[in-house]
């Protein structure tokens, strides 16, 4: 299972409705409207890096 980034929902990898290449990492997303936030902002819904 992974978390769609944007809303926290759990999504099937093989059931994602959409997903998203960043940084050399596979994005799974329960829904079109997810993905394009992702798409337009991706660092807003990754978590930060401590420092």
């Known amino acids: 299972m ?3 980034p944007v ?3 759990e ?4 059931q994602a409705i959409a997903t998203s290449e960043y ?5 799974y997303f329960c829904a ?3 993905k394009r936030a992702f798409d337009k902002d991706p ?3 990754l978590p930060k890096e401590k420092k």
Do not use: F, I, Q, R
């Open 11 to 14: 999504v099937k990898e093989n």
């Open 32 to 34: 079109v409207g997810c």
């Open 2 to 4: 992974a978390m769609d």
């Open 23 to 27: 940084k050399g990492k596979k994005y």
């Open 7 to 9: 809303c926290k929902m």
């Open 43 to 45: 660092e807003k819904y």
